[in-house]
């Protein structure tokens, strides 16, 4: 009768190791493909609470929520709040979602914006949310009118390469509040030069655009101004026939040389 040869045990512990190589090798490629597309898109505004429009604000703070984590990106700076609370709400993110705590000193029937350009970016890209605007009243009316236009350089007639602080100021305003008071209304141009107010209250007021660069919304001694000698009237944003206004940033001419 014929026996099988005996095993060697050497022999089959390589065999199942070369196994256990292969099995682990066809997982790994199943379970982690390699590369995969760039997230190349910004954030997207789930939820806001209390509701964007909401009337009769009165709660401490409001949150937006994302459709994923982020981060806050110089919020001083690129959160533009209509008009100016002092001080200062201030900005914290949790998870997915941005916390605006509110001051106490919120004036009664006013219409408030709250601009995001580009404050928002995801965690992992760093893509940003260009624009969003969040509104409240604390009244029983929101204001809506709207007025747009364009700031060009005045010397090259093209969009400067660092964006203008767009304000409004009551009609009868002084010639001075631009240096001294704070404006009723805020809002920055785009690449283009372009703006837009947004939320305004009916009514006529003196329009200005400054280089801004110490961002405290008031004209400094070494920055450009633009201004319109006449006054300007915000329309509906239905109104098809609205004006575009036009302004020219320029450094004022030093009197005396």
């Known amino acids: ?3 099988n040869p005996p095993v060697n045990p050497v022999s089959l512990k390589k065999f199942f190791i070369g ?38 604000f009165a709660a401490k703070s409001f949150a937006i929520t994302f459709d994923e984590y ?8 690129n959160i533009l709040v209509s008009p ?8 914290t ?42 509104a409240f009243s604390t009244g029983s009316i929101i204001d809506s009118m709207t007025l747009s236009g364009t700031v060009l350089d005045a010397y090259t007639l093209l969009p400067r390469k660092d964006p ?17 008071e704070q404006p009723l209304n805020i809002t920055r141009s785009d690449d283009s030069g372009r703006f837009t107010f947004s939320h305004i209250k009916p009514g006529s007021y003196r329009l200005f655009a400054i280089e801004d660069a110490d961002k405290n919304l008031l004209l400094g001694g070494n ?5 319109l000698d006449s006054v300007v009237t915000p329309t509906a944003p239905s109104d098809s026939t609205a004006q575009q206004y036009r302004l020219l940033l320029s450094f004022e001419e030093q009197k005396g040389q």
């Open 93 to 134: 993110m949790r998870g997915h979602s941005l916390r605006v705590a509110l001051p106490d000193t919120l004036q009664p029937n006013t219409t408030y914006l709250f601009q995001f350009k580009g404050a928002i970016a995801d965690l992992n890209e760093g893509n940003k949310l260009q624009s969003f605007e969040y």
């Open 164 to 180: 203008a602080t767009l304000v409004l100021y009551a009609a009868d305003a002084t010639d001075s509040a631009i240096a001294k």
């Open 223 to 227: 920055e450009a101004i633009a201004f």
């Open 19 to 56: 196994l256990l190589l292969v099995v682990v090798a066809a997982c790994a490629r199943q379970g982690y493909p390699e590369g995969g597309p760039v997230d190349r898109e910004p954030p997207k505004v789930v939820d806001v609470t209390p509701a964007n429009g909401t009337l009769n």
């Open 70 to 77: 982020c981060n806050i990106v110089d919020a001083d700076n």
């Open 84 to 91: 100016p609370i002092k001080p200062k709400p201030t900005y």
């Open 1 to 3: 009768m014929l026996s």
